[in-house]
C-alpha cells in the first residue's frame, strides 16, 4: 500500500508546477493541526471510473513528525480500512504513499466540488 514518493517543487504559491507523486497540485483547500488538504489532477490517467484523460483528487497530507510508531501504525492500518470501504455516501480512497523523506502520510481521494461538509450542513439546516 505505502510506497515512497518523490516531491518535485518548484514554487509554494502552486502557480508553478508542484508534483507530488503522480499528482500535479492545483491548490490547497484546506489546512489543519495535523496537516493540509490539497487539490490535484491525476497525471497517470487512472481516473476514478473515467474513460482516460486527468482527474481532480483531494491529497490529505498528514504529518507524521511528532506521532509515536503506534500512532503511526494507527494511521496506516486507517488509511487501509477505509480504502476497503465502498459506499455511495463515502469518498473512495484511490491510493496512499509516504511523501519522500517520509514526512508526510499522503492519502488521495475522490474530489467532491460541492464543498465541505460542515457548510453543506450548515446550509440545509438554516434552510429550514
Do not use: M, W
Not at 501504525?73 to 504513499?97: D, K, M, T
Amino acid at each position: 500500500l505505502l510506497q515512497r514518493s518523490p516531491v518535485a517543487t518548484s514554487g509554494h504559491d502552486f502557480e508553478d508546477s508542484v508534483y507530488i507523486n503522480r499528482y500535479r497540485v492545483v491548490r490547497r483547500l484546506g489546512r489543519g493541526s495535523s496537516g493540509e488538504t490539497l487539490l490535484a489532477e491525476c497525471c497517470d490517467g487512472e481516473g476514478f471510473g473515467s474513460s482516460g484523460g486527468n482527474a481532480f483528487h483531494a491529497l490529505k497530507c498528514v504529518q507524521l513528525g511528532g506521532l509515536s510508531d503506534s500512532q503511526r501504525s494507527r494511521s496506516f492500518r486507517e488509511v487501509e480500512i477505509l480504502r476497503r470501504l465502498s459506499h455511495p455516501n463515502v469518498l473512495r480512497i484511490r491510493r496512499a504513499f509516504l511523501r519522500e523523506g517520509g514526512d508526510a502520510l499522503v492519502v488521495a481521494s475522490e474530489y467532491c466540488d460541492a464543498g465541505d461538509l460542515d457548510a453543506l450542513i450548515e446550509a440545509r439546516l438554516g434552510a429550514r
